[in-house]
């Protein structure tokens, strides 16, 4: 057995890489005597999902969800239930915000608090 052999089945070669689904690849892989590979390989995958992103920049689906892709091609959704949900809850605030301006604006303290004007959707 030569020198090399022997190195190669005690020292891996190391492998990091980016595959074509946008998962990581970290890995090693050792080479026995006879030339046989043992191959190891941890694969991660980077997540992340913005309903923020999905509402503000998105646009309604078929089902009622919204959905929102970025440039580089991940995708931000937010379902057609929670979207819904967010609907109402900033209904409910929007509310509740236009009769705090029309209470400001009859104690006459709008123009130093508020500079714009809403109305009630």
């Known amino acids: 057995m030569n020198l090399s052999a022997l190195l190669s089945s005690l020292i891996p070669e190391i492998h990091f890489f980016k595959d074509d689904e ?9 080479i026995d005597n006879e030339g046989l590979k043992d191959y190891y390989n941890l694969e991660l ?9 999905a509402l503000i920049n998105g ?9 929102y892709v ?8 937010i379902g057609a239930d929670r979207a819904q949900a967010f609907m109402e809850k900033t209904h409910e605030q929007a ?11 009859e104690a006459g303290a709008l123009d130093s608090v508020i500079g714009t004007e809403a109305a009630p959707a």
Do not use: F, K, V
Request: charged share 25%; proline share 4%.
């Open 22 to 30: 946008h998962r990581l690849n970290l890995g090693a892989t050792w």
């Open 70 to 77: 970025e440039t580089g091609g991940l995708i931000h959704r």
């Open 95 to 105: 509310t509740i915000m236009c009769g705090m301006i029309d209470r400001l604006r």
């Open 45 to 53: 995958r980077y997540i992340r999902n913005s309903e923020r992103l």
């Open 59 to 67: 646009s309604p689906q078929p089902d009622g969800s919204w959905a």
